[in-house]
């Protein structure tokens, strides 16, 4: 994997990030109640993040989500601060580049790359992190949790995906940094 140096590039395409996955996360987004909590938030705070990643590597991509996620808390509280939905950020800035460039060693780009990129990282973040910590804090069943979260993922994975193909494909600055 590259390094990718801390220059004034670097830390402005990083604010640019963080602005865009706060402004799509805390006033483009909805929320769906599960269990009488917002179980299911619908929007796509997570491309920004994601991209950050892959433009600026799966380091600064962690520090991108955090960030993302400590100032829209501070911002535009939706709820109790809690350090698990920061970790899941954190890892969706890292873990989409990492699985992208396991799968993909000639850093050639396919939909089906990013789309399983993505996949992977969502589940693990997504689906499986983010209903933990609702549980942990609202103490809300997973049983409960799970299936209107699972309908979301089957439906924002491939949005998602095709979103950042589409970004990664006709952005030329983007297109080489994977």
């Known amino acids: 994997m590259e390094r990718h140096s801390l220059s004034a ?6 604010g640019l990030f963080i602005a865009l996955s706060i402004a799509l996360t805390r006033t483009m987004s909805f929320y769906a ?17 994601i991209l950050s990643g892959m433009v600026l590597g799966p380091s600064l991509g962690a520090v991108v989500g955090a960030a993302a996620d400590i100032i829209g808390s501070l911002i535009m509280p ?38 399983a990129s993505v996949a992977v990282s969502d589940i693990i973040t997504s689906l499986a992190l983010d209903s933990i910590w609702i ?25 998602t995906s095709y979103l950042i193909y589409t970004l990664v494909k006709y952005v030329p600055k983007l297109k080489g940094t994977i």
Request: aromatic share 10%; proline share 9%; net charge positive.
């Open 78 to 115: 939706s709820g109790p601060y809690f350090p698990g939905f920061t970790l899941s950020a954190a890892i969706t800035g890292a873990l989409p580049v990492i699985i992208f460039r396991l799968l993909n060693g000639n850093r050639t780009y396919s939909f089906n790359r990013i789309l």
């Open 33 to 49: 109640v599960v269990g009488g909590v917002q179980g299911v938030r619908i929007g796509f705070g997570n491309i920004p993040i």
């Open 9 to 14: 590039q670097s830390i402005t395409y990083a």
């Open 135 to 159: 549980h942990i804090l609202y103490h809300v069943p997973l049983a409960v949790l799970l299936p209107p979260r699972i309908i979301a993922r089957i439906i924002l994975i491939p949005v």
